[in-house]
C-alpha cells in the first residue's frame, strides 16, 4: 500500500507530495491542545515548519502521558499553564522535513482550560516563532498546518456538545 505525504525540498523549502510504502514510515506519536478566549479566538503558534499556523503541543516523551506532554508542551511554548478538559480525538498525518525518512504522526488533540501564566508573544526559533489568538475563520490551507486544519471541527463539536 502507498500513502502519500509531504516532502520539503532543503534547496528550496517548496512542498510536494510523493509516496512511500507504509514500512518506512518512522512513527511519531504527539499530542497538541485547542484553548479559546471570551472573544471565541483560538491560541495558535507561528510553527518553525515554513512559518505556518499549529495549535501548541508536540512529542510524548516516554514514559509521559499524553496529557502530562500537552500541560509541558504548552506550558514551554506559550508560557500558559493549563489543563487537559477532554480528548477529543486523532489525526494522522505524514511527511519529511529535508532528506529524513518520511513520518506517520499521530497526534491527540484536546480541549484545554487555561490556569493562568503569561503569554509569550515572541518565540525563540527553535520551538516556534511566536504565539498569539486568530478566530477560526482566518486559519486555512495558506496559514495552516493540514492537521490542525482537520481537528478544528473535533474542537468545534465538543463546545457545540458543551453548550459553549
Known amino acids: 500500500m502507498k500513502i502519500r505525504y509531504e516532502r520539503i525540498h532543503e534547496a528550496t523549502q517548496t512542498v510536494s507530495v510523493e509516496s512511500a510504502e507504509e514500512f518506512e514510515f518512522v512513527t511519531r506519536h504527539s499530542v497538541a491542545g485547542f484553548l ?3 472573544q471565541g479566538r483560538i491560541l495558535v503558534t507561528e510553527s518553525i515548519n515554513r512559518r505556518l499556523l499549529e495549535i501548541p503541543g508536540g512529542m510524548i516523551d516516554p514514559g509521559e502521558t499524553p496529557e502530562d506532554a500537552l500541560v509541558r508542551e504548552f ?25 529524513s525518512r518520511p513520518y506517520r504522526s499521530l497526534r ?19 520551538e516556534n516563532f511566536g504565539s498569539h489568538w486568530m ?19 473535533l474542537y468545534f463539536h465538543e463546545l457545540r456538545c458543551r453548550g459553549a
Open 75 to 99: 506550558d514551554e511554548e506559550t508560557g500558559l499553564k493549563v489543563e487537559v478538559e477532554s480528548y477529543l480525538g486523532e489525526v494522522v498525518s505524514y511527511f519529511a522535513c529535508n532528506k
Open 135 to 153: 478566530y477560526p475563520h482566518e486559519l486555512d490551507e495558506f496559514n495552516t498546518l493540514e492537521f490542525v486544519l482537520m481537528a478544528i471541527p
Open 108 to 126: 491527540r488533540f484536546y480541549a484545554v482550560r487555561g490556569l493562568g501564566g503569561r503569554l509569550k508573544v515572541d518565540g525563540d526559533g527553535t
Open 36 to 38: 479559546s478566549d471570551a
